[in-house]
């Protein structure tokens, strides 16, 4: 199954954007690229999601590299409550899909 | 509505003794899936059913079993609980496309002693 692979761990300061990577250099062409966070002691919840086009949604914007080998998931002006873990999560399969998660980058916002 | 329901919420079990994750969605979802996610890492994928009467092996499925018997129940059963098997286990549930989202339940933090 293809793999992403993201940084650790990201600050930004509060009402800055934050950009955040992901690359999934082995994507195939049908995979979909998905973003999911999950606060403290919840579950993930989506944030959004992209084939090939970039992507805007009231949380976020996504921008995926020609080549589809990478990603960026924008927040447009970071919040406290955007505090979080996000992953980068490929949708991959053929006749049965399932979202692989990997590691996560933890995202801390500074007043 | 109520989404993705799993019970219980917390759970401790002795090494040996076998219980059932129960996990239910009112979203009349095909797709639903069992991950656990130990602390401080990230999800891995334990089983997975495409439809109603279809189940899958994920990344993890050693000592635990599933069933899909109807579309909204999907229980994850652990045979012989292991210290090893300590963990967050969430469901979820989505339309059997790739290009929707998935809704995740609560989670069941389970402790085996």
């Known amino acids: 199954d293809a793999k992403t692979t993201q940084p650790n761990s990201m600050e930004s300061n509060e009402e800055e954007p934050v950009h955040l990577p992901c690359n999934h250099s082995t994507i195939s062409g049908t995979d979909y690229i998905h973003w999911y966070r999950q606060l403290p002691s919840q579950g993930p919840e989506y944030v959004i999601h992209g084939l090939t086009s970039n992507v805007n949604n009231r949380m976020a914007s996504l921008a995926i590299a020609e080549d589809r080998k990478s990603s960026t998931l924008i927040l447009h002006r970071a919040t406290l409550r955007d505090a979080a873990v996000y992953y980068c999560?490929?949708?991959?399969?053929?006749?049965?899909?399932?979202?692989?998660f990997g590691t996560g980058t933890r995202l801390k916002v500074l007043a | 509505n109520a989404g993705v329901t799993q019970t219980p919420k917390f759970q401790v079990l002795k090494t040996g003794q076998s219980m059932t994750l129960q996990c239910a969605q009112d979203?009349?979802?095909?797709?639903m899936y069992w991950y656990r996610q130990d602390p401080g890492m990230g999800l891995r994928l334990i089983y997975y059913s495409a439809s109603e009467g279809t189940t899958d092996k994920g990344e993890v499925p050693n000592g635990y079993n599933v069933s899909r018997s109807t579309t909204e129940d999907f229980p994850l059963r652990l045979l012989s609980a292991a210290p090893s098997q300590t963990s967050v286990y969430f469901c979820a549930s989505s339309e059997w496309v790739k290009n929707t989202e998935a809704f995740f339940g609560q989670g069941t933090r389970l402790t085996v002693v």
């Open positions: 999560i490929l949708s991959v399969g053929s006749g049965t899909y399932k979202y692989i």
């Open positions: 979203m009349n979802h095909n797709s």
